[in-house]
């Protein structure tokens, strides 16, 4: 008797490895790592990390803190031609739109890290990177 296309079909059990299946996988590890792999494991600090940079979590929460005030500092005729970007070791990465742009904000450099130092003294800006987008 045909299956009907409508019956499920019955499963297939699934059967625990054997000894020597499971000696074969060791040999094997053996022979690519030279001791038999046993993988570490993970600890809190690298999955929280893992996680937050895939999902830019820190850049984006001090990206918009910043994004007010970036364009409160720099004006906004500049603050059109520009996107401040994530921190990292304490530099502000700032994307630019023209080289002419990007020109008058390195003159002003200094000033607008001190501006930017005193209104969010907690995010430790300590420099400022631009590029251009």
Do not use: C
Not at 1 to 29: C, G, H, K, W, Y
Not at 52 to 81: F, H, K, P
Not at 82 to 93: E, S
């Amino acid at each position: 008797m045909d299956p009907s296309p409508f019956q499920p079909s019955p499963r297939r059990r699934i059967s625990e490895p054997t000894s020597a299946e499971l000696e074969a996988d060791l040999v094997a590890d053996i022979a690519r790592h030279g001791k038999p792999y046993v993988p570490r494991a993970k600890t809190i600090k690298s999955v929280v990390k893992n996680w937050s940079i895939s999902r830019n979590v820190s850049a984006e929460q001090t990206s918009l803190m910043t994004e007010q005030q970036w364009n409160a500092i720099i004006g906004d005729l500049l603050a059109n031609y520009t996107r401040p970007g994530h921190i990292k070791r304490g530099v502000l990465h700032i994307s630019v739109d023209s080289p002419l742009v990007m020109q008058e904000l390195a003159i002003r450099k200094g000033e607008i890290l001190k501006k930017l130092q005193d209104s969010l003294p907690d995010h430790g800006i300590k420099s400022l990177k631009f590029r251009i987008d």
